[in-house]
Nanobody
């Protein structure tokens, strides 16, 4: 069993920054890829970023590339999402997720993830 708890969301003005954290429990965390997704009201949950278990491979949605950075600290069982130059269109509930299927490349598809956090709200005002 894996539990994921996100934190760090909030209200920020356009152009500002936030850092989200996702704390994981469960002994399998350190060997698994992790991802961040987001869901805005009335929209599908979409891929934001993902990271391999070693941290050596990352992937980003085009909409956040160059502004967001995903990282992880396996010693702390935590994955982070540094979000800079935030835009109103980044407003959403952000979720972290873990896949336990042995993927070597962190997946973009939400159906390939097995456990999800409860989400943290990010609101960017214009």
């Amino acid at each position: 069993q894996v539990q994921l708890v996100e934190s760090g969301g909030g209200l920020v003005q356009a152009g500002g920054s936030l850092r989200l954290s996702c704390a994981a429990s469960g002994r399998t965390f350190n060997r698994q890829p992790m991802g961040w997704f987001r869901q805005a009201p009335g929209k599908e949950r979409e891929f934001v970023a993902a990271i391999a278990w070693s941290g050596g491979s990352t992937d980003y949605a085009d909409s956040v590339k160059g502004r967001f950075t995903i990282s992880r600290d396996n010693a702390k069982s935590t994955v982070y999402l540094q979000m800079n130059s935030l835009k109103p269109e980044d407003t959403a509930v952000y979720y972290c997720a873990v896949t336990l299927r042995g993927a070597t490349v962190p997946p973009r598809v939400r159906y390939e993830y097995d456990y999800w956090g409860q989400g943290t709200q990010v609101t960017v005002s214009s």
